[in-house]
């Protein structure tokens, strides 16, 4: 985000997860702009600590659940306990119960985090994939993670888009040819995610980046 600088105050502590496939260094930045201070661990101990956390992600579906094996239960119980989980892109993705990414290459049936009930789906659209470009945002449900974004554009990259079992869960769409969720949530709210990489979308982005350190600091 060009022109931005560290917020002054630190609002809130976020542990972003290290396993493997995250863009850490953007991510982070982007949460040290929004008031976060960042820690990025590959220790699920220092889950508990931290007011938040970030499950970051790009790659293949498979290869993320597989590397984020040794995090599974951590996650759970702290989303369980009602605290805030952020998934962003293929971290939003594992958030859910399955996808058909693993299926369409051959690899069988792969379990994700189920902590938000769906699975995700290939586009299937007469449009290039992977879908990469801005798009705008459509926001269909209160959470204080979207306050002040409904109509911004945000900058996606990704072949497979997350379809929960409930409608409610679905908190903003977009637009590629079909609409489909850009960010979803579970019922309670602490457990939500993005397709787009809000490291990436500009002002869009940061505004999401600082509605999440903000909901971390009100938790």
Known sequence: MPGETIAEETIADVVVVDYGLGNLRS???GLERAGAGVEITDDPDDFAAADGVVLPGVGAFREGMENAGPYREALANYAAAGRPLF????????????????KHAGEGDVEGLNLIPGTNVRFDVDRKIPHMGW????????HPVVAGVDGEYAYFVH???ALPDDD???VAESDYGASFPAVIA??????FGTQFHPEKSGETGLRILRNFVDYCADG
């Open 27 to 29: 991510v982070t930045r």
């Open 87 to 102: 998934g962003i892109c293929l971290g939003m993705q594992m958030l859910l119960g399955s996808s058909e990414e693993a």
């Open 135 to 142: 798009n705008e945002l459509a926001v269909t449900r209160d």
């Open 159 to 161: 072949s497979y888009y």
């Open 168 to 170: 409610d869960a679905v």
């Open 186 to 191: 579970n019922e309670r709210g602490n457990v």
